[in-house]
C-alpha cells in the first residue's frame, strides 16, 4: 500500500527523509514539464530511478510516486518512465496514474502490465486509476487475471461497485471454478468472494 508523505517520513531515517526533501524539491521546480532534450534527464528522475537505494526497496514505491506527482508528470514521461524502467519503476507509474492522467490515455500501461505475470506488476495495474477507466470486458478479465495469478483481490480498487449486479463476471467465474472442480482443484475463496459480490451466488451456498 503506497503511503503518504507524512506516513513515509515517520518511517525514513533522517538521511532517507534529507534525500527525499530535496528530491521532492527537485520535482517541484520542473513540475509538468517534459524535456525538450529527448537525451537531457532531468534531475528528479534520476532521483526516482535510485529511490530504492536511499528509502529502502520497502518505502521506494511509495517515494516514486510521490515524485511522479510532485513533477506533475505528464503523459509522455510517464509512459518513456513506465518502458524505460524497472518492474518497480514500472509499478510507480501505475499507482500515480489515478493521479496524474485523468483521461484514459494510460490504458496502454495498465493493459501492458496486465499481460505480465509479475504479480506485483498486475496488483499495481488493479488500482483506481483501471476502476475508472477499464471497459467491462477488460475490467473482468483484470479481476480473472488476479484469480489466476494469485493476486489478492483485495488490490482491486472499486470490486465492489464495479462486481455488483455483473452476470457476464459472475458466468466467467462460475466458468472458472467449474474448471478449476474438474481438475480436482479449490476453488479460491477470492473466487468465492467476488462471485457473492455480484448478487449471483451467496457466502453460504
Same mark, same amino acid.
Given at each position: ?121 498486475? %496488483? &499495481?495495474?488493479? +488500482?483506481?486509476? =483501471?476502476?475508472?477507466?477499464? *471497459?467491462?470486458? #477488460?475490467? $473482468?478479465? @483484470? ?19 464495479? %462486481? &455488483?449486479?455483473? +452476470?457476464?463476471? =459472475?458466468?466467467?467465474?462460475? *466458468?472458472?471454478? #467449474?474448471? $478449476?472442480? @474438474? ?23
Amino acid at each position: 500500500m503506497l503511503m503518504s508523505r507524512k506516513e513515509l517520513d515517520a518511517r525514513l531515517d533522517e538521511a532517507a527523509r534529507a534525500w527525499l526533501d530535496e528530491a521532492l524539491g527537485e520535482a517541484r521546480e520542473r513540475m509538468g514539464e517534459d524535456p525538450a532534450d529527448p537525451y537531457a534527464v532531468p534531475l528528479w528522475e534520476l532521483r526516482f530511478a535510485s529511490a530504492g537505494r536511499h528509502c529502502g526497496q520497502e518505502h521506494a514505491d511509495s517515494a516514486r510516486a510521490l515524485l511522479l506527482i510532485e513533477a506533475r508528470a505528464g503523459q509522455d514521461t510517464l509512459t518513456r518512465l513506465y518502458h524505460q524502467g524497472t518492474a518497480a519503476e514500472r509499478r510507480a507509474v501505475l499507482h500515480a496514474l489515478h493521479r496524474l492522467v485523468a483521461g484514459a490515455d494510460g490504458l496502454p500501461l495498465v493493459e501492458d502490465a496486465l499481460r505480465t505475470n509479475d504479480t506485483r506488476l498486475v %496488483a &499495481a495495474a488493479v +488500482g483506481p486509476y =483501471a476502476a475508472a477507466h477499464l *471497459d467491462p470486458h #477488460a475490467w $473482468r478479465h @483484470a479481476v480473472l487475471k488476479c484469480l489466476f495469478t494469485g493476486v489478492p483481490v483485495d488490490a482491486v480498487a472499486g470490486l465492489e461497485r464495479r %462486481a &455488483a449486479g455483473d +452476470g457476464e463476471l =459472475a458466468r466467467m467465474l462460475a *466458468d472458472y471454478a #467449474a474448471e $478449476r472442480t @474438474a481438475a480436482g482443484r479449490d476453488t479460491p475463496h477470492d473466487l468465492i468472494r467476488v462471485l457473492t459480490l455480484t448478487g449471483e451466488q451467496s457466502e453460504e451456498s
